[in-house]
């Protein structure tokens, strides 16, 4: 082989593996888990700070808002988390205390029972359910 194809190989090879290496990185730093509260409470310390998705539903009547900061309580498996919202993004709409609604929080568990989120997705159940009562199914 004559030293130009040489160092081309090289020169490949080390682009290729920093690809490689980029991409593995990358994914480790984005990754989040999903779990529902009783599974982070079963966890305990092993997803301390660690990027998470947490689902549970909304405990009624129980959003404060203080200052900028809104919290809220979330259950799942009759056990329950305290939430705090620390994000930007405007709450949704399905997200107010007359509502039963199941609630996805993004964010890190701090331990002690509480979740600091960055992003919060509500879905009211009740109104997507459908009326099968008064629907007439035509084949």
Excluded at 5 to 30: D, H, R
Aim: hydrophobic share 35%; with cysteine; proline share 2%.
């Amino acid at each position: 082989m004559k030293s130009k194809q040489i160092k081309f190989m090289i020169a490949v090879g080390v682009i290729v593996i920093s690809m490689v290496s980029l991409a593995i990185s990358s994914f480790t730093e984005n990754k989040q888990y999903f779990y529902t509260v009783d599974e982070v409470y079963a966890k305990g310390s092993t997803v301390l700070n660690t990027p998470l998705k947490v689902k549970g539903d909304l405990v009624e009547n129980s959003i404060k808002k203080v200052n900028k900061q809104v919290e809220f309580k979330i259950t799942f498996a009759e056990q329950n988390m305290r939430v705090k919202y620390v994000g930007d993004h405007p709450l949704p709409d399905t997200f107010h205390n007359a509502t039963e609604a199941e609630v996805v929080a993004t964010g890190n568990y701090v331990g002690n029972g509480v979740f600091e989120a960055d992003h919060i997705q509500a879905k009211c159940a009740s109104k997507y359910e459908n009326d099968y009562t008064t629907t007439t199914m035509e084949y």
